[in-house]
């Protein structure tokens, strides 16, 4: 995810299915992304953003 990595975040390992974890070193932030096609669910990502520690305005940027 683009939006991840312009915020410090790389790709960490594999998750169950077709998730991966994500982590931005600097921080010790973790996330888990679905790596599934078509659009995120809303909800999904609020929780996304939620555990990156980051406002919706910076994820966006």
């Known amino acids: ?8 975040f790389e790709y960490l ?3 169950k299915g077709s998730h991966e974890f994500w982590i931005n070193r600097e ?4 996330t ?6 078509g659009d995120i669910p809303r909800g999904t990502l609020r929780a996304i953003i939620t555990q990156t520690g980051l406002t ?3 994820f966006l940027m």
Do not use: N, S
Request: hydrophobic content about 30%; proline content about 8%; overall charge positive.
């Open 1 to 8: 995810m683009a939006c991840l990595r312009r915020r410090g």
């Open 13 to 15: 390992r594999p998750g």
């Open 27 to 30: 921080t010790g932030k973790v």
């Open 32 to 37: 888990m992304v679905a790596c599934h096609p």
């Open 56 to 58: 919706t305005e910076e």
